[in-house]
């Protein structure tokens, strides 16, 4: 069995929703969800005039190789009413592979680890809350450190429901 980390974001519509319909698809289609971060609200990143996105990391147990979850999973944004119109920019819900067991993968379709992990608060915040001493692969820094590191200044906060 693999251990994937996904981040799922949203800054459109019931943001809460789609989130929460991600993570059943996720258990649906691709494997159990054995645990998740709370919910956290940011500012976005990359293209700032848009509202604010929340943000869940959760760790994922699969059958699948890494090329199938990313396929499934653009089925579920794609299902959900995600459209791809510019990068960084608005949407109903993102989903993205952070880590594929301790793979290093660099295709055309697929990076992992995802390159800005350690550049986004966003994602580190939560990650760290269930995979606080995961070891990156590439940088060979554990999740706490990378933390430690960031120079991002974004607040993250937790989101009260």
Known sequence: MNIIYIQIGSNMGNRISYIERSMQEIEQEIGEVICSSKIYESSPW???????????????????????VLKKLQAIEKKLGRVRKEKWGERKIDIDILFFNSEIINTENLKVPHPYIQDRRFVL?????????????????????LFKECTDTEKVYEYAI
């Open 46 to 68: 990359g293209v700032t005039n848009q509202n604010n996105f929340l943000n869940s990391v959760i760790k994922v147990q699969t059958k699948y190789s890494a090329e199938i």
């Open 125 to 145: 915040v939560p990650l760290s809350e269930i995979a606080i001493n995961y070891n990156h692969p590439v940088l060979q820094k554990d999740i706490f450190t």
